[in-house]
């Protein structure tokens, strides 16, 4: 009995555990009505969504969705009595990359007035998608009583915009505008320095081939750019700008 009762405990625990999609972030808990982070505003506040996706990359990012028992609505002159907000469990979200879905907590993605909650996106972008900004838009439905109210999130009421930024499947540049070149850069093999053939390039950034940031240099020196000097032997990436186009190169380190 006591072992029937030791498992039966643990499968409660496992089953709440799967069915929780995502944890809300506590912080949020006396903040008003929304979805956090709050959508980034122009010259505000707001952090938006921080987290870039890659192609062919899994990916997650939380928000955490806070529902007290009134809400303030630009153009209406006084607050509104809540008891839920909910959003579809799908197509509620829009613009989002090919691949990328969402869930919630709790799972039927209806939030009780006066609770805490959250929304996951979550998946891998396939490589249908072009890099670049998506701006995700959530469709909420507000129960109140005066009615059901549709918002969207963000839109009128709630301003700014979500931007998802979707880098390329090396997580190096977000835009489809990407010229793979062979002999901007030389020598190549080099030894631990490269000179540029043209002097108007900027945004130098040298990566491993999975896409981990190496260093960055804004622009070259005497047409040189420096590989560090404690990197080891191997191939590596060099992205960066000219004439308002992205280029791309692989670099042979061969020191020894």
Not at 5 to 21: G, H, K, M, R, W
Not at 192 to 207: A, F, K, P, Q
């Amino acid at each position: 009995m006591k072992q029937f009762f030791t498992f039966f405990l643990l499968l409660c625990f496992f089953s709440t555990a799967n069915a929780q999609n995502c944890v809300p972030d506590s912080t949020y808990r006396d903040s008003s009505a929304g979805v956090y982070p709050r959508p980034v505003i122009p010259g505000g506040t707001g952090k938006g969504i921080d987290k870039k996706a890659c192609i062919n990359k899994p990916y997650e990012f939380v928000f955490t969705v806070t529902i007290p028992d009134t809400l303030t609505i630009p153009g209406i002159p006084f607050l509104i009595n809540l008891n839920f907000a909910k959003i579809d469990t799908t197509g509620a979200i829009s613009n989002l990359p090919k691949g990328i879905t969402y869930a919630c907590n709790p799972p039927n993605c209806t939030y009780p007035k006066k609770t805490l909650g959250c929304l996951i996106l979550k998946g891998t972008p396939t490589s249908d998608n072009l890099p670049g900004n998506y701006k995700p838009v959530i469709k909420l439905t507000i129960g109140s009583l005066l009615g059901n109210l549709q918002i969207d999130y963000p839109g009128v009421q709630f301003p700014g915009e979500y931007i998802l930024e979707l880098l390329d499947q090396n997580c190096l540049i977000a835009t489809k505008d990407i010229h793979i070149v062979n002999d901007q850069f030389y020598p190549n093999p080099t030894e631990g320095w490269i000179n540029s053939r043209e002097d108007d390039i900027s945004d130098l950034r040298l990566t491993d081939p999975l896409g981990r940031l190496i260093s960055f240099q804004k622009s070259t020196t005497d047409s040189k750019f420096l590989l560090p000097e404690n990197l080891n032997d191997g191939f590596y990436l060099l992205s960066w700008k000219s004439r308002n186009k992205n280029y791309i190169q692989k670099i042979l380190l061969q020191r020894n």
